[in-house]
Structures are given as C-alpha cells and as structure tokens.
Nanobody, 123 residues
Framework: QAQLVESGGGLVQAGGSLRLACAAS???????MGWFRQAPGKEREFVAA???????LYADSVKGRFTISRDNAKNTVYLQMNNVKPEDTASYYC??????????????????WGQGTQVTVSS
C-alpha cells in the first residue's frame, strides 16, 4: 500500500529556516509531487510542486523563499523553507499524483496524501 510520510516540521522563529521531507513507500512516484498547507479555519492551499524531471511551480506567497526538490533514488521530496514568516504557520501536506507528470497546483490532481507535519513560526 502506497504511503507518504512527512517529517521535519516544528517551531521556528521568523526569518529562520526549516526543511521538510516526504518519504514515499509502497510504490515509486515518478510523476508530479507537491506540498500544500492548511492553517486553522482556512482551506488547504498550494505551496509548491515538482515534476518527475525537476520542473517546479510555486505559489506567489512563497516564491523566492521556498525551494522544492526531489531525490528519485530515495523516493523523497523536500521543501526547503527560508526566511519563514508567521503567516507560513500551518500543517504541511505532501501529495503525489499517479496520473500527471508535470507540476500541478490543483488539489484534485493528486491522489496520494500524507498525514501532515505542523510548522509554527513565531514572531
């Protein structure tokens, strides 16, 4: 059974950095993978996505601060978060698509999801 497990969340001060990881198991994900986030009382929103060959897509709110990458040999995708802000506080979810290869920003394009990891940014 395919599974995505996020790690690396925690408490960080504004301006600091954090690196999230999402390890896939049970099958190889060679297509689109992405990160979404959800703050309390808000909809889950797109953060970043990457294709199997490394093409990337970012939300405007994180462009220039976050970097998504993947290690296909380890079946793992990463999210490097730099210069974090209090508004980045949310649960961060990893997602993978078994259908699409190019990076996607629509939640419905992903059919595998992790359980999430909490990121809290203090001011």
């Amino acid at each position: 059974q395919a599974q995505l497990v996020e790690s690396g969340g925690g408490l960080v001060q504004a301006g600091g950095s954090l690196r999230l990881a999402c390890a896939a198991s049970g099958r190889t994900f060679s297509g689109a993978m992405g990160w979404f986030r959800q703050a309390p009382g808000k909809e889950r929103e797109f953060v970043a996505a990457i294709s199997g060959s490394g093409s990337t897509l970012y939300a405007d709110s994180v462009k220039g601060r976050f970097t998504i990458s993947r290690d296909n040999a380890k079946n793992t995708v990463y999210l490097q978060m730099n210069n974090v802000k209090p508004e980045d506080t949310a649960s961060y979810y990893c997602a993978a698509s078994s259908v699409y290869y190019s990076p996607r920003y629509t939640r419905g394009d992903y059919d595998y999801w992790g359980q999430g990891t909490q990121v809290t940014v203090s001011s």
